[in-house]
């Protein structure tokens, strides 16, 4: 198992941008389908986005469709998430994690133990 690290939150106000950063160390991520999730205060993981191994294909929560984009440099071993439009809903503990089940709709699990994560705080 690859250990992950996110970092790139922060408090920004409504309608802002961040961008998030996942990089993997002790082993590579390139033959993983990658992603994000984010947890809001009482309430369970909820998926972000994915992106498969070579990054050539991407999926999303309905919840961040058209605002968010997800991306992968398998040469930085690094997964982005790019935050654009945010609302203060977007609030949250944002992770990242292996995708499994990619293709399905109905679930997408995360495979591995939960890291650290990295705080957004979308402010109104």
């Known amino acids: 198992q690859v250990q992950l690290k996110e970092s790139g939150g922060g408090l920004v106000q409504a309608g802002g941008f961040l961008r998030l950063s996942c990089i993997g160390s002790g082993g590579s991520l390139s033959t993983y389908t990658m992603g994000w999730y984010r947890q809001a205060p009482g309430k369970e993981h909820e998926f972000v986005a994915a992106?498969?191994?070579?990054?050539?294909?991407?999926v999303y929560g309905d919840s961040v469709k058209g605002r968010f984009t997800i991306s992968r440099d398998n040469d930085k071993n690094t997964v982005y998430l790019q935050m654009t439009s945010l609302k203060p809903e977007d609030t949250a503990v944002y992770f990242c994690?292996?995708?499994?089940?990619?293709?399905?709709?109905?679930?997408?699990?995360?495979?591995?133990?939960w890291g650290q994560g990295t705080q957004v705080t979308v402010s109104s």
């Open positions: 994690n292996h995708v499994r089940n990619y293709y399905n709709d109905a679930y997408r699990e995360p495979a591995w133990p």
């Open positions: 992106v498969s191994w070579g990054g050539g294909t991407t």
